[in-house]
């Protein structure tokens, strides 16, 4: 089942750690400058079931999911 959700990246709490890119490399990147990036056409997660996983792992909380 897909779940549709809505993930919000924070470019000015992110401080590039990747932590998001490592618990979910199908959804998150990073951007040329080190900070995060959802990856094209993933904008909803893909259903990915690492996507709150990854935005826990994010050591500043600039990652927020909800779903809608």
Known sequence: MHID????IDRDV???AGQCAMAAPGVFSQDD????T????REDGGG???VR??????PVGA??????
């Open 33 to 36: 400058d080190g900070f995060s």
């Open 38 to 41: 959802l990856l094209p056409g």
């Open 5 to 8: 959700r809505d993930i919000d």
């Open 53 to 58: 996983e990854a935005a826990r792992a994010c």
């Open 63 to 68: 990652i927020t999911v909800s779903e809608s």
């Open 14 to 16: 992110c401080i590039g």
């Open 48 to 50: 990915d079931p690492m």
